[in-house]
């Protein structure tokens, strides 16, 4: 349970300094630090059970059903991590406190933070590999929020852009071969797969899976050719650079390569693809740092070269290089931090990160110079600082490479080429920033000492750069112990860290590294011109003419296929509805099936070319738009008597209520629009659209022969089977729609009332010209309403009430059922608003609709509910029989409220629907009426 | 029997769906409602066709399907709530947009519109001042 604190205590901690923001900056950074501290807390507790080797597990069950599982383990490796991405966040929250300037939000930075805290920790504790995955995404996420913090800046947002594209696109890779690795083992738990390291190796789908893992990993880490994200995230905010490039985002991806090294390492694939990576990396970054006079830039290339010695040391495949890479992650997130405080304190008192400008600060600021010089002597590996010692066992296992030809002697040869640079760029960080003259055209003059507080989290890394560097074994060395025993999985041979081991080979390769860095140093400025002379790809704009041709490519299809025309979108829906459905049918071999034609009879075919008739008439006379209505409606009522042909009483029902309403709605609204269709179309449209419009019915015409004149299996005879048993009702059609398929009606019915409050929103303050004539020019009838009629509709309320409740009742054993009970008191009620007027009717029944359809829903959503408080699962119903006098044997179901919420909302939505549009001619006819009462 | 209800169901498709591409909204809506009937017909007979008697249970020896009959029966009135929603979006847009064009941005006719209805509301007051 712990151990879910670790995860849940940054996510809460994400409100608390938006909270406390208002405060001030002090309360704003102790809240933002309190839930890291107490993550510290936890993971301090549990040091002493994880150094001995135990792991802390926590299993809570997500989606088992795709093995997705919210598990999280404490071993070594995640410990030590952990350590690092609190404290060193921690560290971070104090000298933001400082370093934001009072415009910024500090408040939305520490939530991001914390955000992002949460996800890091997520990433080293997961114990499923997918959840490791939902939780890298959520690094790239909220990474994307803090390097582009200040949003205002057109680079801070490029950058942002370019490391979400990168990291996210590795982060997909990533998911790929999590999955792979998941169909290998059997099992997305960690565990499993680490434990199944020889299984996955010798798997034909490995090497597909270790690409895609590593593609996330390198993209994560920053490894050549993925490293330009990276430098351009440095548009962050110190604060941020100084976490994501020391202790989190980067080492995310070596994390990856060390969780999963039981399982995929030590192969030769793994060897040659891995330590060449880390060796170019390594290498190129190196002299690149040399040669950046951006003060964040020289840190954010020295990062990516850290990372790829790390990488390399992992590819080297042997337990020692595995120690000595954990160490190293260690040394690096400890100074790399504070060099990049540093480097903020610099550019927070000077103004500018330019080393050209920035000279002799020692005079300035003398102790932040001591602080940077000895982080930056660290990162140079100089002996009795803890960069030295993980340097050391770097060099001493590039030397013992064995049987891979002419590797054996480039690792330790590029490897000290590196070290050389390494030396070189932190010298210059130290000469060209605080010595080396006076400082040239500073925006802020003369710099001085930063506020006391921010000072303290470089003095606290600097001296753990000290301890280390003099007593590892007293400090770092049982954490590394642990972690490194996870990585290499179990059987770590007995070693010592210790700062002197002789005069040997890699005390000479440091030595030589150092000598030569301060040569190099020496010739600077040949240096600088011949890089500036030599091929420089930027990246940025690479990628961003990528992303602006990609933007315009999408651009450009978007408005091709996009014009705003609807014509053209139905007819490309058509087209494409005509290609599919030709593709499909191609196959068959005949498209008539052996199934015997049922006998044709004279009634169904003057039925069928009635409809026939009424449908090309509605097209023949769409022109004239009250006669088109007219004829639809006789197609309607015709598709009504299919249904009855083809015994379904109920779809009959159903279908002759809603014609009513819809025409009469229909005619409401054509009220309101010309009533007349303009001759517009242009020839060849017409004969297009004829075209495509026959195709389309002799596609659907063909499709339904070959259908019916084909057998085939239903699931039909399970609800015919348990319709009585299983609903209590003997009209399955019914059982169905409130029974054995509830949940979707309940959905309908939800969709329905959906619909009507929607368009009772969209009538609100429609201000509709109210026409005084028809499309010929003809004045609307002034009469009063119909008295014969009104009065015939009153009589048949009651009647056609009782009719609606008979139907209702009956439902569940004879056709009807709350749909058409529903329609058929929505049908009568709107009789009375056609005989008598919106304002007679709303005098006698001022029923609020939208309130109806709604509790509706909820009548029927809580029946569902209902069956929860005995246990079974939603929407279960429950029936029994009752004995009535005189109707008799009478059943009552619980489907029979849910029934009732249907027709609640039937008849809601129907009439708010009707009832609105209906009172949009209202204030017309009240205008007119006194008007000509006066004429 | 098979072959007509085939037919049925192709002229209305082709009805329905030559309405559709017209540039009035209007007759859209005419033709989403024919080609609604359409196909909730053509679900329908998926079921395939019986005349025997109703799903219902003790009417007779077979039963029709009675799933397309469930599915087609929600199909209706939501069809129904979908026509309502369509028709008084072409209002709206009648109303916010001066013409009744499925586009909106018809130029021709909003000019010859705003006549019309100018013509038409002075025509009005007219004859009720």
């Known amino acids: 349970m712990t151990l879910l604190l670790v995860i849940l205590l940054p996510l809460m901690g994400v409100a608390l300094p938006l909270l406390t923001e208002r405060l001030g900056r002090n309360r704003c950074a102790i809240a933002a630090a309190l839930a890291p501290l107490a993550v510290l807390g936890l993971l301090i507790h549990h040091l002493p059970a994880v150094l001995n080797g135990n792991i802390l597990y926590f299993h809570l069950s997500w989606l088992p059903a795709l093995g997705l599982d919210f598990s999280l383990r404490l071993d070594g490796l995640g410990m030590m991590f952990g350590l690092l991405i609190s404290g060193i966040g921690l560290l971070v929250i104090l000298y933001a406190r400082y370093y934001l300037s009072d415009d910024d939000s500090l408040g939305k930075l520490y939530a991001v933070l914390q955000l992002f805290m949460m996800a890091m920790l997520g990433i080293v504790t997961a114990d499923n590999i997918l959840l490791l995955i939902v939780f890298w995404e959520l690094t790239s996420l909220s990474s994307f929020l803090l390097i582009g913090f200040w949003s205002y800046r057109s680079d801070a947002r490029k950058g942002a852009r370019m490391a979400l594209s990168i990291t996210g696109a590795g982060g997909l890779c990533l998911l790929g071969g999590a999955l792979l690795l998941g169909h290998i083992v059997g099992s997305f738990n960690m565990g499993d797969i680490l434990a199944a390291g020889d299984v996955i190796r010798e798997h034909t789908l490995y090497p597909v899976a270790l ?64 330590t060449s990576v880390g060796l ?349 209505l007219l004829l639809l409606s006789v197609v309607g009522l015709i598709v009504a008597l299919v249904f009855v042909r083809f015994s379904a009483p109920d779809l009959a029902l159903t279908q002759l209520s809603v014609e009513v309403v819809t025409i009469v709605l ?121 008295p014969i009629l009104a009065v015939l509709a009153r009589i048949l309320l009651p009647l056609a009430l009782l009719v ?39 005098q006698r029944m001022g029923w ?17 509910l209902g069956s929860f408080v005995w246990g079974y699962p939603f929407l279960t119903s429950s029936f029994t029989h009752v004995h009535w006098p005189v109707v008799g044997d009478f059943e009552l179901a619980t489907a029979m409220i849910f029934d009732l919420g249907v027709y609640i909302t039937v008849v809601g939505a129907t009439l708010l629907i009707l009832a609105q549009l209906g009172m949009l001619t209202q204030p017309g006819r009240m205008q007119t009426r006194p008007v000509e009462e006066e004429a | 029997m098979e072959a007509l209800v085939a037919a049925v169901i192709a002229v209305m498709t082709s009805c329905g769906v030559y309405l559709m591409l017209r540039a009035r909204t209007f007759p859209v809506i005419l033709g989403i409602t024919l080609l609604s009937y359409a196909v909730n017909l053509f679900i329908f007979v998926m079921g395939r066709l019986t005349s025997a008697n109703p799903a219902v249970i003790g009417s007779g020896a077979t039963y029709p399907d009675p799933l397309p009959q469930a599915l087609v029966l929600t199909a209706i009135v939501i069809g129904f709530a979908m026509t309502a929603f369509v028709l008084v979006l072409a209002l709206r847009a009648r109303a916010e947009l001066g013409n009744d064009h499925v586009d909106g941005n018809d130029q021709m006719s909003i000019n010859k519109y705003l006549n019309d209805d100018h013509h038409a509301n002075k025509k009005g007051e007219g004859r009720s001042l």
């Open chain 1, 211 to 274: 690409l895609l893992v590593l593609l996330g990993a390198f993209t994560k880490s920053a490894q050549f050719p993925f490293h330009f994200w990276l430098p351009h995230a440095m548009a962050a905010p110190t604060p941020v650079s100084a976490y994501l490039h020391s202790a989190t985002m980067v080492k995310a991806g070596v994390f990856l390569l060390a969780r999963l090294y039981p399982a995929l390492a030590e192969t030769e694939m793994w060897f040659l693809i891995v």
């Open chain 1, 280 to 628: 170019v990396t390594l290498v190129f970054a190196a002299y690149t740092a040399m040669m950046k006079h951006d003060l964040k830039g020289l840190l954010a290339y020295s990062t990516i070269s850290h990372l790829g010695l790390v990488t390399l040391l992992l590819g080297l495949g042997t337990k020692m290089a595995a120690t000595a890479a954990v160490f190293h992650v260690i040394n690096h997130a400890i100074f790399k931090a504070s060099l990049f405080m540093a480097a903020g304190i610099i550019d927070h008192e000077t103004g500018t990160r330019d080393m050209r400008k920035i000279n002799g600060l020692w005079k300035y600021m003398p102790h932040t110079a001591l602080l940077a010089m000895v982080a930056a002597a660290s990162m140079a590996g100089v002996p009795l600082l803890n960069g030295f010692l993980s340097k050391e066992m770097f060099f001493n296992e590039t030397l013992h490479l064995r049987s891979y030809g002419f590797l054996n002697w480039l690792v330790p040869i590029m490897a000290t080429v590196a070290g050389i640079f390494a030396v070189a760029y932190s010298w210059r960080f130290i000469h060209d920033v605080f010595f080396n003259g006076e400082p040239i055209d500073l925006p802020k003059y003369p710099p001085h000492e930063p506020p006391r507080y921010m000072k303290v989290p470089v003095e606290i890394l600097v001296v753990l750069c000290l301890l280390v560097g003099m007593m590892p074994n007293l400090t770092v060395a049982p954490l590394i112990n642990a972690a490194s025993a996870v990585v290499v999985g179990g059987e770590l041979k007995e070693y010592e860290i210790s700062l002197w081991h002789g005069f040997n080979l890699p005390l000479l390769m440091s030595f030589a590294a150092l000598a030569g860095g301060l040569l190099l140093y020496s010739q600077r400025k040949g240096l600088f011109a011949f890089y500036d002379r030599g091929f420089q790809l930027d990246e940025k704009m690479l990628f961003e003419a990528r992303v602006q041709r990609g933007v315009r490519g999408s651009r450009w299809l978007t408005d091709t296929l996009e014009n705003g025309a609807l014509q053209r979108y139905v007819m490309l829906l058509v087209v494409a509805a005509l290609v599919a459905g030709t593709a499909g049918l191609w196959p068959l071999a005949s498209l008539t099936g052996p199934l015997p034609l049922t006998p044709v009879d004279g009634v169904s075919v003057l039925a069928a070319v009635i409809l026939a008739v009424g449908a090309l008439g509605t097209v023949l006379v769409h022109h004239n738009r009250l006669a088109a």
């Open chain 1, 666 to 786: 229909m005619m409401l609204a054509l009220y309101f629009l010309p009533q007349l269709t303009p001759n517009e179309s242009p020839p060849w449209r017409v004969s297009r659209d004829i075209a495509l419009a026959s195709g389309a019915g002799i596609g659907v015409g063909l499709i339904t022969w070959a259908v019916l004149t084909r057998p085939y299996n239903t699931i039909a005879d399970y609800f015919l089977a348990n319709s009585v048993s299983g609903g209590g009702g003997t009209n399955v059609v019914n059982v169905i729609l409130v029974d054995f398929r509830g949940f979707d009606t309940l959905g309908e019915i939800t969709v329905l009332a959906i619909a009507a409050v929607g368009i009772f929103a969209m009538l609100q303050n429609l201000n509709l010209p109210l026409p005084g004539a028809d499309g010929s020019g003809r004045q609307w009838a002034r009469d009063p309403y119909p």
């Open chain 1, 804 to 842: 609606s409740a008979y139907i209702f009742l009956r439902g569940h054993n004879l056709p009807g059922g709350g749909f058409i009970a529903g329609l058929i008191t929505s049908v009568a009620l709107i009789l009375q608003y056609v005989s008598s007027g919106v304002v007679w009717m709303q």
């Open chain 1, 848 to 864: 609020n609709y939208r309130s109806m359809a709604t509790l509706g829903v909820v009548i029927a959503a809580l029946t569902g």
